[in-house]
């Protein structure tokens, strides 16, 4: 129940976030969700994407550092407390979080949490055991 | 009116000079000759023999000697004494991590620190000054060869060595410092830090500074004359030749460096065919050592580019002036006092999983400060999705390049091929400090 992530390492000079999403755009695939962390040098940006390996070789063949990782997508209805609840079940597990984003779905109902955490399967067997809804990646893009 | 350190052999006529080398330079043929195999097998491959030196032109017979020398006999296989006899040892950074090291008999030491006292004199330092030494001591020559100098002229030394510049300041308030004997880059962070301080150089006894161990511009010169209110004199010397203290600039005459040529040898050579050049001419300086025991040279190749004036001199020294060093015929690096070689960064890089040849060095001097950067690009091997991880890896780089140079840097990641790509000798160095 993990979902592919494609990380792209970006220098931190202009432009460069644009070229990425132009030449994805021209490969027809599309964002599902996207996050960029920052330093004072670099950047590393992390997609959600349909299609993964189109999405690698494209940027790949266009000069990038493409790496593919795993994460853990969590459905929650998008209401007050929603991530809360989340967390809550992560620092009872003693798990550690290193990054996340979130989106909204289409319908607005519910919110989808992107968490990558330092011990992936124990945090997808606990938040399975409290009942969370854990997504895949053809269900994201599905959304 | 000038003062001297030993008159007769600063102002020798170029005859009696000229023989006095000649007798000394045939004596250190025939000892290291005798007692150095790998000086006698360079030697006999040349085909030349110590009695072939009749003049100071057969100088130009000897094979030269490089500092792949220095590394492939590391650490004492040039020494010509036993080790009981050697009472010192400095070392400077080699090419490939192996440092290049250097001895000195006890009279080593004495003919050093009489020539750095030689040297202060020149700039008019004498037995009332007091003297803030703050190059570097350790392994270093600046530092300990600089020391004994000024205790050898009779001055106050305060050895201070490098960095905790505020401390300095009080110091130089306090003790009244007259003469300061700096790296020209850490002189102007000295002037720098006395600014943030609200610190009027005008306020302290400064008079004179005695400038070197790496490359400076006449600009930066005027700079710091300017903003320390003193007069700033050049210092030359390397650790293979002696160290601080082979050649000197005087106050009385226009610029360039008097060589202590009762000791010292210099030739200029072309730096690809090997020639020497005729006098005035510009090209690599090359020194042969008259004097010294442990640790003598012959036809050492500096790298450093000079030029030789042989025209009389104000202060009324007959001692051949050389012209500041403008250049080098080889790719080291001179950061804040330290020789760095491209060669040493990249065995570091080499020495980390993961990264790829493609870096580049770039140099800048951020206000008063050389500043070093070193660019790597990010393999797909190195990469990760954590920031964490990236972190990691520059904070390992730069602590292994720390450890191996003692220089700080800053390591940046950038993406792959943008560092550029050129065709034969890959554009290693990018030194943006216009010396």
């Given at each position: 129940?993990?979902?592919?992530?494609?990380?792209?390492?970006?220098?931190?000079?202009?432009?460069?976030?644009?070229?990425?999403?132009?030449r994805?755009?021209?490969?027809?695939?599309?964002?599902?969700?996207?996050?960029?962390?920052?330093?004072?040098?670099?950047?590393?940006?992390?997609?959600?994407v349909?299609?993964?390996?189109?999405?690698?070789?494209?940027?790949?063949?266009?000069?990038?550092?493409?790496?593919?990782?795993?994460?853990?997508?969590?459905?929650?209805?998008?209401?007050?407390?929603?991530?809360a609840?989340?967390?809550?079940?992560?620092?009872?597990?003693?798990?550690?979080?290193?990054?996340?984003y979130?989106?909204?779905?289409?319908?607005?109902?519910?919110?989808?949490?992107?968490?990558?955490?330092?011990?992936?399967?124990?945090?997808?067997?606990?938040?399975?055991?409290?009942?969370?809804?854990?997504?895949?990646g053809?269900?994201?893009?599905?959304? | 009116?000038?003062?001297?350190?030993?008159?007769?052999?600063?102002?020798?006529?170029?005859?009696?000079?000229?023989?006095?080398?000649?007798?000394?330079?045939q004596?250190?043929?025939?000892?290291?000759?005798?007692?150095?195999?790998?000086?006698?097998?360079?030697?006999?491959?040349?085909?030349?023999?110590?009695?072939?030196?009749?003049?100071?032109?057969?100088?130009?017979?000897?094979?030269?000697?490089?500092?792949?020398?220095?590394?492939?006999?590391?650490?004492?296989?040039?020494?010509?004494?036993?080790?009981?006899?050697?009472?010192?040892?400095?070392?400077?950074?080699?090419?490939?991590?192996?440092?290049?090291?250097?001895?000195?008999?006890?009279?080593?030491?004495?003919?050093?620190?009489?020539?750095?006292?030689?040297?202060?004199?020149?700039?008019?330092?004498?037995?009332?000054?007091?003297?803030?030494?703050?190059?570097?001591?350790?392994?270093?020559?600046?530092?300990?060869?600089?020391?004994?100098?000024?205790?050898?002229?009779?001055?106050?030394?305060?050895?201070?060595?490098?960095?905790?510049?505020?401390?300095?300041?009080t110091?130089?308030?306090?003790?009244?410092?007259?003469?300061?004997?700096?790296?020209?880059s850490?002189?102007?962070?000295?002037?720098?830090?006395?600014?943030?301080?609200?610190?009027?150089?005008?306020?302290?006894?400064?008079?004179?500074?005695?400038?070197?161990?790496?490359?400076?511009?006449?600009?930066?010169?005027?700079e710091?004359?300017?903003?320390?209110?003193?007069?700033?004199?050049?210092?030359?010397?390397?650790?293979?030749?002696?160290?601080?203290?082979?050649?000197?600039?005087?106050?009385?005459?226009?610029?360039?460096?008097?060589?202590?040529?009762?000791?010292?040898?210099?030739?200029?050579?072309?730096?690809?065919?090997?020639e020497?050049?005729?006098?005035?001419?510009?090209?690599?300086?090359?020194f042969?050592?008259?004097?010294?025991?442990?640790?003598?040279?012959?036809?050492?190749?500096?790298?450093?580019?000079?030029?030789?004036?042989?025209?009389?001199?104000?202060?009324?020294?007959?001692?051949?002036?050389?012209?500041?060093?403008?250049?080098?015929?080889?790719?080291?690096?001179?950061?804040?006092?330290?020789?760095?070689?491209?060669?040493?960064?990249?065995?570091?890089l080499?020495?980390?999983?993961?990264?790829?040849?493609?870096?580049?060095?770039?140099?800048?001097?951020?206000?008063?400060?050389?500043?070093?950067?070193?660019?790597?690009?990010?393999?797909?091997?190195?990469?990760?999705?954590?920031?964490?991880?990236?972190?990691?890896?520059?904070?390992?780089?730069?602590?292994?390049?720390?450890?191996?140079?003692?220089?700080?840097?800053?390591?940046?990641?950038?993406?792959?091929?943008?560092?550029?790509?050129?065709?034969?000798?890959?554009?290693?160095?990018?030194?943006?400090?216009?010396?």
């Amino acid at each position: 129940m993990r979902v592919e992530q494609i990380a792209v390492f970006l220098e931190n000079k202009s432009g460069r976030l644009a070229e990425i999403t132009a030449r994805l755009a021209e490969e027809n695939i599309n964002i599902r969700a996207l996050s960029v962390a920052d330093t004072a040098d670099f950047g590393i940006l992390r997609l959600i994407v349909d299609d993964v390996e189109k999405a690698k070789k494209t940027l790949k063949s266009n000069g990038f550092t493409v790496g593919i990782t795993n994460v853990i997508a969590v459905e929650v209805a998008d209401k007050t407390g929603g991530l809360a609840g989340v967390l809550k079940t992560i620092e009872a597990e003693r798990l550690n979080v290193e990054y996340m984003y979130a989106f909204v779905n289409k319908t607005g109902e519910n919110a989808v949490l992107i968490f990558r955490f330092d011990d992936m399967d124990k945090a997808i067997e606990s938040l399975q055991r409290t009942g969370y809804t854990i997504l895949s990646g053809e269900q994201i893009c599905a959304l | 009116m000038t003062l001297y350190w030993e008159e007769e052999m600063e102002t020798l006529p170029r005859v009696g000079l000229e023989s006095i080398q000649l007798k000394r330079l045939q004596h250190l043929v025939a000892r290291v000759y005798k007692t150095v195999a790998p000086y006698r097998e360079k030697m006999d491959a040349a085909g030349v023999k110590p009695e072939d030196i009749q003049s100071l032109a057969d100088l130009a017979k000897l094979p030269f000697t490089v500092k792949e020398d220095l590394r492939d006999n590391y650490p004492f296989g040039l020494f010509t004494v036993p080790m009981d006899q050697v009472v010192r040892v400095h070392a400077s950074s080699g090419t490939t991590g192996k440092p290049t090291v250097v001895g000195y008999t006890k009279k080593d030491l004495e003919t050093w620190s009489g020539l750095m006292a030689r040297a202060l004199t020149l700039a008019g330092v004498t037995a009332k000054d007091m003297v803030h030494n703050a190059y570097g001591y350790g392994l270093f020559t600046g530092g300990l060869g600089a020391h004994y100098g000024i205790e050898r002229l009779g001055a106050t030394v305060i050895p201070v060595s490098g960095g905790n510049t505020k401390r300095q300041i009080t110091i130089m308030k306090d003790f009244k410092s007259t003469v300061l004997l700096a790296t020209p880059s850490y002189a102007l962070n000295l002037a720098e830090t006395m600014e943030t301080l609200d610190v009027d150089p005008k306020s302290l006894s400064l008079r004179v500074g005695v400038f070197g161990a790496e490359p400076w511009s006449e600009n930066m010169r005027d700079e710091v004359e300017r903003k320390l209110n003193i007069k700033a004199v050049d210092i030359y010397g390397l650790s293979e030749v002696m160290g601080p203290g082979v050649s000197m600039q005087c106050l009385e005459g226009e610029k360039g460096m008097h060589i202590f040529e009762d000791h010292f040898l210099p030739e200029i050579i072309d730096p690809d065919t090997g020639e020497v050049l005729p006098p005035g001419e510009k090209g690599e300086l090359v020194f042969t050592t008259l004097t010294k025991e442990a640790f003598p040279i012959i036809r050492y190749r500096t790298k450093d580019i000079s030029r030789l004036m042989y025209d009389t001199c104000a202060c009324g020294r007959t001692l051949v002036r050389m012209e500041k060093v403008t250049g080098r015929t080889d790719d080291m690096l001179i950061i804040r006092g330290v020789n760095v070689f491209p060669s040493q960064i990249e065995h570091v890089l080499m020495g980390t999983e993961g990264v790829e040849p493609h870096y580049q060095i770039v140099v800048n001097r951020e206000g008063n400060m050389d500043t070093m950067a070193v660019e790597v690009e990010v393999s797909e091997d190195i990469f990760s999705d954590e920031i964490k991880a990236l972190e990691n890896l520059t904070k390992r780089i730069q602590m292994d390049i720390k450890d191996m140079l003692g220089v700080t840097c800053r390591v940046k990641l950038v993406e792959p091929r943008t560092i550029q790509r050129s065709e034969g000798k890959a554009q290693r160095v990018i030194d943006n400090r216009k010396l």
